[in-house]
């Protein structure tokens, strides 16, 4: 079964940085899109950033431009997304996704797969 693991999250001061990692069970998401999301309690799911391996082009919400950074590693199947100047507002819990096919990036059901999500919570 295909499966996406999230890990890193935690709890940090304002200012600080976490680092969250995500893995993919399978080599075929090498090929696929990658995503970050995040829900706040009582919030909807919102985009966080993207990353497509088919022409390389990286997505960022406007709210995390200049702040956190996604990347994945050479062999495909784990990204990252490195969280600097954190804020309170960036407190949620932090979902990693797969897009199979090839589409726009900034709505969760445009993902195939999802992971269990991490708890990232900003202290101000």
């Known amino acids: 079964q295909v499966q996406l693991v999230e890990s890193g999250g935690g709890l940090v001061q304002a200012g600080g940085s976490l680092r969250l990692s995500c893995a993919a069970s399978?080599?075929?998401?090498?090929?696929?899109?990658m995503g970050w999301f995040r829900q706040a309690p009582g919030k909807e799911r919102e985009f966080v950033a993207a990353?497509?391996?088919?022409?390389?082009?990286?997505y960022y919400a406007d709210s995390v431009k200049g702040r956190f950074t996604i990347s994945r590693d050479n062999a495909g199947i784990t990204v990252y997304l490195q969280m600097n100047s954190l804020k309170p507002e960036d407190t949620a819990i932090y979902y990693c996704a797969a897009q199979k096919g090839y589409g726009g990036v900034s709505y969760p059901a445009q993902y195939d797969y999802w992971g269990q999500g991490t708890q990232v919570t900003v202290s101000s």
């Open positions: 399978e080599r075929t998401f090498s090929r696929y899109a």
């Open positions: 990353i497509r391996w088919s022409d390389g082009r990286i």
